[in-house]
């Protein structure tokens, strides 16, 4: 007498995060490195000669660089996340409580019951 129908579930399509263009990739890494190595940055770089021995102290160095273009990229792709007008990649949860007290006369108190009666 009485029959269910059947729907179908909609099928939501997550859209896509954001993503740096090349251009724009470009740029953040020569700004980066302009401010590392470039006319006023922290270092100056000075082509490497034959007797050079100091392989420790320019891998050392080569790893600092990278950290920073590295951040400075991750730094790009949040700040692309975070813009003004773009979808939050996942929506705020805050959970529910799973249990009501019914009587609220029963309701612990979360303050101490002294602190309480010293508010009145």
């Known amino acids: ?18 993503e740096l263009s090349e251009e724009s990739l470009l740029a953040i890494v020569t700004d980066k490195l302009a401010d590392i190595v470039g006319a006023n940055g922290e270092w100056t770089l000075v082509r490497r000669e034959p007797g050079d021995t100091d392989e420790i102290f320019h891998d050392m160095l080569s790893g600092q660089i990278a950290v920073q273009v590295a951040q400075a990229v991750s730094a790009g792709h949040a700040a692309l996340r975070n813009a ?9 949860w805050s959970p529910a409580p799973v ?17 309480a009666t010293a508010a009145a």
């Open 1 to 18: 007498m009485f029959r269910r129908r059947r729907q179908t579930a909609p099928v939501l399509i997550a859209a896509a995060p954001p």
């Open 84 to 92: 003004p007008g773009t979808e939050p990649s996942a929506l705020p």
């Open 99 to 115: 249990a009501v007290w019914a009587d609220a006369a029963s309701a612990p108190v979360s303050a101490p019951a002294h602190a």
